[in-house]
Every structure is written in structure tokens, then in C-alpha cells.
């Protein structure tokens, strides 16, 4: 039996919860929001915080609205009104800022709000257990299904419906969805279940994809199978060839913006870029022009691939794309770089490459987070070794989460 309590709640907190007291200890509820008084169910009790969740709403705040999609997990914010998901996601960026860098004045940007709250998603990746098809809920391997996802782009959501009506059950385990935001059109990858027969998934992706105008194709993990297996979609006058199985990011309109806010950040250009974590080179390629030479630097073996294909289909000829890990790569990479960008992985960078970047000397650097946490721990080294923030700029690539996006730009001011 699990104990409630009632509390004010007065803050929010990274990760999404709202923060109350009880006692002498902080409290982190889900699913409350600043100024409600709320019952909340303990969930977790450590010596200086407990964590709980929202039983009884006993005062709404005003930013609360009625949820679109239940059950709720795969978009936890959705009970925010969408002015003020953009408002917490700015404090949140400014608290972790001061939590891990007290001592240094930093201006911050006001959020870019993204210009559609709901229907922006170009990816997505659901699961199967038996008839069901959908997500995990939060923090469990449950499937829930979801009939329909208001968080995608149209493409996906008719994608989804039509793979609804076939027999699927047995056959996978996993379904990832690509969508072209520019073009309309969508691919998918299956992972089959162990005991699948190919030829009962070609049948599958075969009516699949002659029931759904907009999918274009089906690979079998990253096997072709029925059609094509890229999608091809624009980005900041870049056409790129994407695989299922390459990053790219899920909001296209806000990433539109990001390589705006990253390449007004770095002017004046020219010299030599370094793209670390480069993907599919979203930023490296549409800063090709700013710069004599672009090195882009991507562990994962299609996403390289997809970045010299799409080089050479927007006639690029000034980038080099090198298949590595940025921690063990980037060091032995000749210099001068006159400009580096780091865009890592949840996970935030390697500390073996901020070293590597630090021995490289460039005079600007910009970092983007999607994981304000790990802000600190990051930049402290850099800030050690001579940076200065100049700014921090949040963008809200992902409505109706708690995730954020921040870019931060460096300048060096050793021997100014
Ligand atoms: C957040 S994504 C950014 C990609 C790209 N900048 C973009 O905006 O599309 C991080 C990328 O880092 C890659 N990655 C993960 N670990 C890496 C490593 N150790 N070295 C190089 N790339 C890595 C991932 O495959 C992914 O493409």
C-alpha cells in the first residue's frame, strides 16, 4: 500500500516532474505543474527527496489542459498548455546552467518555440507483442497501444493505420517509420521475430506497402526488401538520402532553425569546420558553403554513407566524412580547425574528445545538449581550458515532452 500526501507544488524540475515539500524533503511529482495543490501517490523514498505521482488535483493551475492522447506515456507533457511547456523548458535550461556553473552570468535566449505543438514527428519506433502494436510504457517493456499517434506527421499516422489492418501478429517485433517531412512520403524497417518465415514478411510488407500510397518501401532490418529503403527529405537547401536506421532529427521545421541559429552563431566563416557526431551531416553539409573544407566525423557506418551519397547528389565536394568514434578519431585529425560543432548523443560527449577538441585549439566552438543534466559536466573542462559562453539558445524540438534542445556557443579568449 503506497502513502499519499498533499502538497503545494512550486517549481519544475529536468525530467519533466513538478516540485513540492514535504517536510524537511523535496519532493518530485509527475504529472503536477507550479501553483496546483495536488494529492500525489509515493513511489520512491530516498534520504533527502521522494518521488510521486499525481492521484487528485485538488487546485489546477491555469496552464492545465485536457490530455489528446491516453493513455498519457508518450507524451507527458500533454496536460501543459503549449505556451507553458515553452516557459518551463527556458527555466529548466537556466536552472541546470546555475546548478553547474554558479559563478558565470550567461545570457539566455528566450525558448524558439516550435510552430506545430502536435503533428511534427518524423520517426517513430513501435513495438509488437502479439496483436498489439505500439509503445513502451514509461520505464517498462508493456507495449500500449495506441490507435492513433497525434504527435506524428500525417504520412506516418496513414502508415501506421494500413499496417493496423494486416496480419502482423508473430511475424515482428519491432517497426521503425522514416517520414519525409518535405515530400510527404514514408519508409519503414521491420524487425522480424526470431521464428518469422521470410517469405510470410514479404507477403506482409508486400500488402503493406500496395495499401499505403504514401509508403515508399520496406527494408528488413537494414536489408532492402519491398521498394525503396531511403527516404529523401530537404533540409536548409540540402537534400538528404536517409536510411531507417540513420539519426535525424524528429522535428524538421525546429531543425531548420538549429542549423540557422548554428551557422549565424559561427559567422564570420571560413577555414576549416569540425562536425563531431555529425549524423548524416545536417550541419556539416549546409555549412559546406561557409567554409573551405568541412570534416565530419559519424560512428555509425550508414549514416556516413548517407552523408557522402547526399555530398555527392548536392554536388558538395568540400566535406569528407570519416567513419569513427569522435573520441578515438578527432585526435589524430590534422589541424587548424577554425570552428568546431559537437552534437553528441544523450549520453553528452566523450571526456577523451573534449580533451582532443581543447588540444585542437579552435577559436569558437558550439555545443548542442539534448540532455540539459550533462550541461556542466561538458562545458566545465572547455570553461577551464579558456571558453566563454557567449549564448545559450533552447529549442523546443520535441511539444509535448519534457526534452530540450540547447545550443551553446564558445568562444575562445585565451591570449585576448
Ligand atoms: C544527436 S545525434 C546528432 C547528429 C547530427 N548532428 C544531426 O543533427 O543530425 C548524435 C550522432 O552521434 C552519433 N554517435 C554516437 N556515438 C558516437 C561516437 N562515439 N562518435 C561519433 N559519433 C557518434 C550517432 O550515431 C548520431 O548520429
Known amino acids: 500500500m503506497h502513502d499519499t500526501i498533499e502538497l503545494e507544488i512550486e517549481g519544475i524540475a529536468q525530467g519533466g516532474d513538478g ?5 524537511d524533503l523535496v519532493v518530485f511529482v509527475t504529472g503536477a505543474l507550479p501553483g496546483e495543490r495536488v494529492r ?44 507553458a511547456q515553452v516557459r518551463y523548458k527556458g527555466i529548466i535550461v537556466a536552472d541546470q546552467l546555475r546548478k553547474f556553473l554558479p559563478d558565470i552570468t550567461i545570457p539566455i535566449q528566450p525558448v524558439i518555440a516550435a510552430p506545430h505543438p502536435w503533428g511534427y514527428r518524423n520517426s517513430a519506433r513501435l513495438h509488437v507483442d502479439g496483436a498489439t502494436l505500439g509503445y513502451h510504457a514509461a520505464g517498462t517493456k508493456t507495449v500500449v497501444d495506441l490507435a492513433d499517434d497525434p504527435l506524428l506527421l500525417p504520412a506516418l499516422r496513414d502508415t501506421l493505420r494500413s499496417l493496423r489492418r494486416l496480419a502482423f501478429a508473430g511475424l515482428i517485433k519491432e517497426v521503425t517509420l522514416r517520414a519525409s517531412a518535405t515530400y510527404g512520403y514514408a519508409a519503414a524497417r521491420l524487425s522480424p521475430t526470431p521464428d518469422a518465415e521470410r517469405h510470410a514478411l514479404w507477403r506482409l510488407a508486400t500488402a503493406w506497402k500496395a495499401s499505403t500510397p504514401v509508403l515508399a518501401g520496406v527494408t528488413l532490418e537494414d536489408e532492402p526488401f519491398v521498394g525503396t529503403p531511403f527516404v529523401y527529405d530537404e533540409l536548409a537547401g540540402v537534400i538528404f538520402r536517409l536510411s531507417l536506421g540513420s539519426f535525424f532529427q ?19 566563416h571560413g577555414g576549416r569546420l569540425l562536425d563531431a557526431y555529425s549524423g548524416v551531416g545536417s550541419f556539416a553539409l549546409p555549412l559546406a558553403r561557409c567554409y573551405d573544407e568541412v570534416i565530419a566525423v559519424e560512428a555509425y557506418q550508414p549514416a556516413v554513407e548517407d552523408g557522402r551519397q547526399s555530398a555527392i547528389d548536392n554536388q558538395i565536394t568540400n566535406v569528407q566524412f570519416i567513419n569513427g568514434a569522435a573520441e578515438h578519431t578527432v585526435a589524430h585529425l590534422s589541424g587548424p580547425f577554425h570552428a568546431v560543432i559537437l552534437d553528441p548523443p544523450r549520453r553528452g560527449c566523450h571526456p577523451a574528445l573534449i580533451e582532443a577538441i581543447i588540444a585542437h585549439a579552435p577559436p569558437q566552438i558550439v555545443y548542442i545538449s539534448c540532455h540539459p543534466g550533462l550541461i556542466g559536466r561538458d562545458l566545465a573542462p572547455l570553461l577551464a581550458a579558456g571558453y566563454q559562453i557567449t549564448f545559450v539558445q533552447p529549442v523546443d524540438l520535441f511539444p509535448q515532452t519534457p526534452h530540450i534542445e540547447t545550443i551553446i556557443h564558445l568562444r575562445s579568449v585565451v591570449g585576448e
Open 19 to 23: 516540485v513540492g515539500r514535504h517536510g
Open 250 to 268: 524528429v522535428n524538421h521545421a525546429q531543425a531548420e532553425r538549429m542549423v540557422a541559429v548554428v551557422r549565424d552563431a559561427l559567422a564570420p
Open 40 to 83: 500525489a501517490t509515493i513511489t520512491e523514498r530516498h534520504t533527502r527527496f521522494l518521488r510521486a505521482t499525481v492521484c487528485d488535483i485538488l487546485r489546477a493551475a491555469p496552464e492545465r489542459v485536457e490530455p489528446q492522447i491516453k493513455p498519457g506515456d508518450h507524451a507527458p507533457w500533454q496536460h501543459i498548455a503549449y505556451p
